[in-house]
Nanobody, 115 residues
């Protein structure tokens, strides 16, 4: 059974940083492209960044320079380091494969950027 468990979200002030983690199971992790997505309240889920099985990374243009995606194949875990956070980064953050397996979303982790 495929499962993604996200953690690390919380309330942070503008300009602050957070590191999200996502533990994956039920997939051969090292062979998968992995991604972070986010869904602001009342809006569609959107891609944030993905890391290939070869460790190449791609980011949404608007997030380049502030977010860093990485993976640890030994731990079946993908990370998202977020810095210089803005209120518009407030959303529920999810991980999944890239492209996503739409039947297997986790519960996500809430990130709220507010003073």
């Amino acid at each position: 059974q495929v499962q993604f468990v996200e953690s690390g979200g919380g309330l942070v002030q503008p300009g602050g940083s957070l590191r999200l983690s996502c533990a994956a199971s039920g997939i051969i992790f090292r062979f998968q492209n992995m991604a972070w997505y986010r869904q602001p309240s009342g809006k569609q889920r959107e891609l944030v960044a993905y890391v290939t099985d070869g460790f190449g990374t791609t980011y949404v243009d608007s997030l380049k320079g502030r977010f860093t995606i990485s993976r640890d194949n030994a731990k079946n875990t993908v990370y998202l380091q977020m810095s210089s956070l803005k209120p518009e980064d407030t959303a529920v953050y999810y991980c999944n494969t890239y492209p996503p397996n739409n039947g297997q979303w986790g519960q996500g982790t809430q990130v709220t950027v507010s003073s």
